[in-house]
């Protein structure tokens, strides 16, 4: 269980560690478009981190380009390796925790190599992460920290998944997408509304100037059972009202109607979703994570329906970043290896990860 402390210590994770020395996390993170570099320690928390977004070298190509990301991983992470040191006031960290996939193959690499590198100079063990895991785990970066068990809504660009949380590596997958990641239907339905890549963030901020209730878009799913979702059904609907709006030279005046009415249409399905696998489950709380976690309408309006309680890290934890890895390494350092074998995993499904060795045994 993840408790919080009582109020003797400082970081409410803490008790999680019971009295063992601290120990202080290197977290690299390159699975897709930011390099995210963090130290954590086991006492006192995160105590540095920095994040470089790749936004604008994919912009170019409306969406992210495997070779330009391995290769700006390989420009930006040593210096900001150097500025998160110099953060936390350590000359090196006591383990290294790297993201292992999903992802990006070249992009993994990359991390993966450095880790392994850094480790075999600095002698100090390794610890491949999931990086799903490592959204999962972010809100312990937070001072309201959920206890297990707990039902997790994980949404960024490649997954959008409904798991039930035992514990740490202890997972069932109740849901998760048959086509599109809910990240994955804001950006192809922004790019059709002309935004910018990403496309979530920007759409979302198109959606507060429009009417939500002006489109009645599908709410795929919700009258089905189980805990799957669907997007690819909304993503034609609005194409089709996007496609009539440009033929009617109407497109400038509706486009944040469209933003606005696609918003709502994702939301209710995934809240209603999450609702009806709470149920099933009994869940008494609920983690939101993930890019799309970021959604300030899906973070209100779970947190609204919802009758337990809702827990999401902050908005710069949600989407990639460095912390949640070094965090999730912290968690996991009992399979920690010696460096060597450089693991880059670009399918790898969360249900097969296990309870730490330690918890394990
Ligand atoms: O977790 P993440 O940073 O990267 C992946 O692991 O995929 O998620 C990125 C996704 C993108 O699809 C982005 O458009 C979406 O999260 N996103 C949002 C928002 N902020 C990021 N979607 C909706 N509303 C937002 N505010
Ligand atoms: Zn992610």
């Given at each position: 269980m993840i408790a919080a402390c009582a109020g003797h210590c400082k970081a409410p994770w803490a008790d999680f560690w019971h009295d063992a020395p601290p120990v202080r996390v290197l977290g690299i993170e390159t699975s897709c478009d930011e390099t995210g570099v963090a130290v954590f320690d086991t006492r006192q928390g995160l105590l540095g981190q920095a994040l470089h977004s790749q936004v604008n070298l994919h912009a170019l190509y409306g969406g992210v380009v495997p070779e330009i990301a391995a290769r700006d991983h390989v420009r930006r992470l040593l210096p900001l390796l150097v500025e998160v040191l110099q953060q936390s006031g350590i000359s090196r960290p006591d383990a290294i925790a790297y993201t292992a996939g999903p992802g990006l193959v070249g992009a993994l690499m990359v991390g993966g190599g450095l880790a392994n590198g850094l480790a075999l100079a600095w002698d100090c063990p390794i610890v491949p992460v999931h990086h799903m895991e490592g959204h999962l785990v972010a809100p312990l970066l937070e001072d309201d920290v959920p206890e297990y068990p707990f039902l997790a809504l994980l949404v960024s660009g490649g997954h959008s998944m409904l798991v039930s949380v035992q514990g740490l590596g202890r997972y069932t997958l109740l849901g998760s997408t048959l086509d599109d990641a809910a990240g994955e239907a804001f950006d192809k339905t922004a790019k059709l509304l002309g935004l910018g890549y990403p496309g979530g963030p920007a759409l979302a901020r198109l959606a507060t100037q429009g009417d939500e209730t002006a489109y009645d878009f599908p709410r795929p799913?919700?009258?089905?059972?189980?805990a799957d979702f669907s997007f690819s059904g909304l993503k034609t609907a609005v194409m089709l009202e996007v496609r009539r709006a440009e033929e009617a030279g109407t497109l400038d005046a509706v486009r944040a109607d469209i933003a606005a009415s696609f918003q709502r249409a994702v939301v209710d399905t995934l809240v209603g979703r999450t609702l009806q696998a709470a149920k099933s489950v009994g869940a008494e709380r609920v983690v939101i994570a993930g890019?799309?976690?970021?959604?300030a309408l899906l973070r209100q309006d779970l947190a609204e329906r919802f009758r337990g309680r809702v827990y999401y890290p902050r908005l710069e934890f949600c989407?990639?970043?460095?912390a949640m890895i070094a965090v999730a390494g912290a968690l996991r350092l009992a399979d920690a290896a010696s460096a060597g074998a450089i693991r880059a995993t670009a399918r790898w499904s969360l249900e097969s990860l296990q309870p730490p060795a330690i918890a394990a045994a």
């Open positions: 799913m919700l009258n089905r059972p189980g890019g799309v976690g970021a959604n989407t990639d970043n460095g």
